[in-house]
């Protein structure tokens, strides 16, 4: 699935990075945050959001009450708003997470 990197034309304020499959996608997730006329976009290859000092909070959110203005806290982040199905997988319980190694190959001291 592309990503993609789009900001205003206008002083290049950044909108949001987006993973979809397509520039009508696109526009329609755009669409969710601004007019997307004041837009332009550009594909860019893979990366990620990380937290590199350890996570900004734990997933499935524990005990959540939450509607839809509302957001959880993910403080490396500032201010910001999650879209799609990016903010439903913070309170997912039916998540698969697959873990790169099994646990016997990590060793005791590895982070």
């Known amino acids: 699935m592309p990503n993609y990197l789009v900001r205003l034309r206008d002083g290049h304020w950044?909108?949001?990075?987006?993973g979809v499959e397509?520039?009508?996608?696109?526009?329609?997730?755009?669409?969710?945050?601004c007019d997307p006329a004041l837009c332009e976009w550009v594909e860019i290859g893979s990366g990620?959001?990380?937290y590199p000092h350890g996570g900004a909070m734990a997933v499935p959110a524990p005990d959540h009450e939450w509607d839809d203005d509302q957001v959880p806290v993910l403080t490396a982040l500032g201010e910001y708003d999650i879209g799609g199905l990016w903010l439903n997988a913070l309170f997912a319980d039916s998540l698969d997470f697959t873990p790169f190694a099994e646990p016997w190959e990590v060793g005791a001291n590895d982070n």
């Open 14 to 18: 950044i909108v949001g990075i987006f």
């Open 22 to 33: 397509d520039v009508d996608d696109l526009e329609f997730w755009v669409d969710e945050v």
């Open 48 to 50: 990620s959001v990380i």
